[in-house]
């Protein structure tokens, strides 16, 4: 009796340890969400707000989920070099001028991309650095 109850903790310790560990991809990618949280906080926020409603006429929202399926190539090119109207974002065309941010490595707006499309209703997946490298050599 104790065998069979030593091996059913044993195999109950072991099935806890399996369902709790995560995938290299889910690890990475909450990574990405955690830094670019971070990154959007300090650098986004501002003009889009803290759950990417926007800022009325100034600042688009970042809710339009098939805008940014659409656009995700050329997120990196407007997060690096700036973005000058007009967007048609949501129904609504916005002419405002977003600011670059020359500074951000690839990885930084890697991060900030995955934050973006996989918060305020979005949810598009792991975007990479590599990606971000690619996609900001062809930036018209």
Known sequence: MKKIIVYTIFFLAIAIVIYACQSASEIEMSKYLSNGKD??????QNCHGENGEGLGELAPPLTDTVFLKNNKNKLACFIKNGADGPLL?????YEGKMPSFPDLHDIDIAQVTVYITNSFGNNQGMYTYEQVANDIKNCK
């Open 89 to 93: 974002i949501n129904g609504k065309t």
């Open 39 to 44: 990154i959007y906080k300090a650098k986004c």
